[in-house]
């Protein structure tokens, strides 16, 4: 007897929980398979002697709809798991003047603006080029005629180079995990774009209250069981079955499963695997196997409770620690995670050498600081794609030659940086592909 096979999800990440969630909302029956003992992806939390730490910080931006309308979908109060506040950075440098830049109470992009021209630590020719660039980009509608790099974005708009140290590359590197020198100005302004140019809350920074896998992970798999579906985890998927250009299932360690639709969410490498071995897929293949990679690594440093930060986020200039986040707001007062994006010298340290780097760099920052008690490194390898000068036109879109089979993740082709907002928009439109092709029956074929 012939039965509606599942769609199968593969990969526990935001943009596979995105989809099941999508899925299970509009009554298709959906098998997510991870291969990890624990859902979440590469924004996940994890335990370390005794600690729950999240495997990466994530800072979140006000224009994130897709994500926030996903958590008010599975009941997810946003106040119980993010700290809303207006756009405020601070950014410190030993001995140097600290840099503050806040967006002031008015309509989008005035609110830039009048904070660009009011901007602490920068002189006036710095704070007058930041508003000529801003306008500049409102003008071009944050948006290019052709990619270049960031680097030479900025220096075409003349911007100082005082500038684009304490502000334009902390900025990039902290959206796009890339430096300027080689990230792609397209992705960089789509960005900012998103962030500045419609909405004044669309700027607000989004601070977590609550570790990473409190966030999404555990209320969507709730979500997805409640609406009759099912996530499986320890199911790694071996390959993938086609039969006359149609996608029919997945082979894993326990055998064949069918299925009526799948959408691949797993990390690029992954992807790249179990495509290049169907000759239907080689060019999704070579599309995704030219992407490449950049690290992020956290160091997690535990000082005495009663020690805090000014607020609950800081950057350092000029260090290799770039942005300090204090735990205080996830109650765990005393614990700072320090990150550190993209490459650099610091992936030839090992763990002591790195935190003893970090250790020393809080202390000309904070000299009245204790020394920390204890630390902890989370090194993200293959945290992002590189967000590189013409990368776009390398990433997939989520439809594939394999009739059934669709693409999810942050590095398909969303526009934006590798980012949960882009995770979760990727799984979305998978998911949403699907429901314009109602799953087919099957039976015994594979």
């Known amino acids: 007897m012939s039965h509606a096979a599942p769609v199968i999800v593969v990969g526990g990440g935001w943009a596979g929980l995105a989809a099941a969630v999508e899925l299970a909302r509009c009554h298709i029956p959906v098998l997510l398979l991870e291969s990890a003992r624990q859902l979440g992806g590469r924004a996940r939390s994890v335990q370390r002697d005794g600690h729950t730490l999240d495997n990466g910080q994530h800072l979140l931006l ?52 009048w904070g660009l021209l009011r901007a602490r630590g920068l002189d006036l020719p710095a704070r007058f080029a930041a508003l000529r660039f801003s306008h500049a980009m409102q003008r071009a509608g944050f948006s290019l005629a052709e990619d270049e790099s960031v680097s030479a974005l900025l220096i075409r708009h003349r911007q100082p180079r005082t500038l684009v140290e304490a502000l334009w590359e ?46 999404l992970p555990a209320p969507a798999l709730d979500y997805i069981e409640r609406h009759g579906g099912r996530v499986q985890l320890g199911q790694r998927v071996d390959s ?98 320090v990150v550190i994006s993209a490459d650099g010298p610091h992936m030839a340290l090992d763990n002591a050498e ?36 013409g990368v776009n036109a390398h990433r997939p879109g989520y439809a594939t030659a394999v009739a059934g089979l669709w693409l999810a993740g942050d590095y398909t082709d969303t526009g934006l940086p590798a980012t949960l907002e882009g995770a979760v928009r990727s799984g979305l439109a998978a998911a949403r592909a699907v429901r314009r092709r109602p799953p087919t029956t099957s039976g015994a074929r594979a």
């Not at 790249?272 to 060019?283: M, S």
């Not at 950049?294 to 020690?307: A, E, F, G, K, N």
Request: aromatic share 6%.
């Open 240 to 337: 993938l079955l086609i039969n006359g250009g149609r996608l029919t299932g997945v082979l894993t360690a326990n055998g064949m499963q069918a299925a009526s639709h799948v959408i691949l969410a797993t990390p690029p490498t992954a992807t790249c695997g179990l495509l290049k071995t169907q000759p239907l897929l080689r060019a999704e293949a070579e599309c995704v196997g030219r992407l490449e990679h950049r690290p992020i690594c956290t160091v997690y440093l535990h000082y005495p409770p009663d020690t805090q930060l000014p607020g609950p986020l800081y950057g350092s200039l000029g260090t290799l620690g770039q942005w300090i986040f204090d735990r205080r707001l996830c109650a765990q007062p005393g614990l700072m995670a």
């Open 354 to 389: 790195l935190a003893a780097q970090v250790t020393a760099e809080l202390a000309r920052l904070f000299p009245a600081w204790p020394a920390p008690q204890a630390w902890q490194i989370i090194r993200e390898k293959r945290a992002t794609m590189a967000a590189s000068v």
């Open 170 to 215: 902390p900025i990039c590197l902290a959206a796009l995990n890339t430096h300027i020198e080689e990230a792609s100005a397209q992705i960089f302004l789509r960005t900012l774009g998103e962030s500045f140019r419609h909405a004044r809350r669309d700027s607000d920074l989004l601070l977590t209250r609550r570790p990473l896998g409190e966030i």
């Open 62 to 113: 006000g224009a994130y709809e897709a994500t926030l309308d996903l958590l008010r979908l599975l009941d997810v109060a946003e106040e119980t798991v993010f700290l809303r506040r207006p756009l405020s950075l601070a950014l410190g440098r030993a001995g140097g003047r600290e840099v503050q830049l806040r967006s002031a109470a008015l309509p989008a992009p005035l609110h830039l603006a």
